[in-house]
């Protein structure tokens, strides 16, 4: 059951938030304990010819402020990819099903940046280092809300208060259906919560949001998010 329960934190965790503080740990409420090390970047780094790798544009203050209110849709591509990048960073075999249809997107005012959901369904089907399919399906809606403050290009957001969204999670194993008891769904929603907490490198154009998690000081460049404005 190891790797079902980090698949099944992978499926919510990355659902509910869109991206990770740095991937899933076999326990849903523990803390990540790994990261793959390719793709970083040193928050600011540059390229050889002087350009910011996350493509930024140079807004900074209120200007990169006033560029970020607004609403901005994830497209269901960058969503998969951020998923599959989740899936690698727990060590767990890559899916052999990774479908994510729906819909995500961020609405950002002065003060409150909160993720909007219709429908948006990760569908994932992986087969476990013992030879057991693992097959699951998450689907969420409703409204997930965190405060945040952006200082230097750094956006820095708090837990989400979840009591606006709904999540359901099925699970089979070799086709039996494996739901999650009680405490797990509990332990998995408070790790989602906390999940929303962290800090992002962001970058705004007019008609695209660019935002890099960044833990412990590292960008974490294969988790990049870029929204569309809607």
């Given at each position: 059951?190891?790797?079902?329960r980090?698949?099944?934190?992978?499926?919510?965790?990355?659902?509910?938030?869109?991206?990770?503080?740095?991937?899933?740990s076999?326990?849903?409420?523990?803390?990540?304990?790994?990261?793959?090390t390719?793709?970083?970047t040193?928050?600011?780094?540059?390229?050889?010819?002087?350009?910011?790798?996350?493509?930024?544009t140079?807004?900074?203050?209120?200007?990169?402020?006033?560029?970020?209110?607004?609403?901005?849709?994830?497209?269901?591509?960058?969503?998969?990819?951020?998923?599959?990048?989740?899936?690698?960073?727990?060590?767990?075999?890559?899916?052999?099903?990774?479908?994510?249809?729906?819909?995500?997107?961020?609405?950002?005012?002065?003060?409150?940046?909160?993720?909007?959901?219709?429908?948006?369904t990760?569908?994932?089907?992986?087969?476990?280092?013992?030879?057991?399919?693992?097959?699951?399906?998450?689907?969420?809606?409703?409204?997930?809300?965190?405060?945040?403050e952006?200082?230097?290009?750094?956006?820095?957001?708090?837990?989400?208060?979840?009591?606006?969204?709904?999540?359901?999670?099925t699970?089979?194993?070799?086709?039996?259906?494996?739901?999650?008891?009680?405490?797990e769904?509990?332990?998995?929603?408070?790790?989602?919560?906390?999940?929303?907490?962290?800090?992002?490198?962001?970058?705004?154009?007019?008609?695209?949001?660019?935002?890099?998690?960044v833990?412990?000081?590292?960008?974490?460049?294969q988790?990049?998010?870029?929204?569309?404005?809607?």
């Amino acid at each position: 059951m190891r790797t079902a329960r980090v698949l099944a934190s992978v499926a919510v965790l990355a659902l509910l938030t869109g991206c990770t503080d740095a991937g899933v740990s076999a326990d849903p409420t523990s803390t990540p304990d790994r990261l793959d090390t390719a793709d970083r970047t040193s928050p600011g780094a540059e390229d050889a010819d002087g350009a910011d790798p996350s493509g930024g544009t140079g807004l900074a203050g209120d200007d990169l402020a006033a560029c970020m209110v607004g609403t901005w849709e994830l497209d269901l591509g960058v969503a998969r990819d951020i998923v599959a990048a989740t899936v690698a960073a727990t060590g767990a075999e890559p899916p052999s099903e990774l479908v994510v249809t729906g819909s995500a997107s961020v609405v950002i005012t002065d003060a409150e940046l909160a993720w909007e959901y219709e429908a948006y369904t990760t569908e994932l089907r992986a087969i476990q280092p013992d030879g057991t399919e693992y097959h699951s399906v998450a689907v969420q809606d409703g409204r997930a809300t965190s405060r945040y403050e952006l200082r230097d290009g750094l956006l820095t957001t708090t837990p989400l208060d979840m009591s606006g969204s709904t999540y359901d999670l099925t699970r089979e194993l070799d086709g039996v259906a494996a739901p999650l008891s009680a405490e797990e769904h509990e332990a998995l929603v408070n790790r989602v919560g906390r999940g929303g907490a962290g800090t992002t490198r962001v970058t705004c154009t007019a008609d695209e949001l660019a935002m890099v998690p960044v833990v412990n000081g590292t960008e974490i460049t294969q988790m990049a998010m870029v929204l569309t404005r809607g």
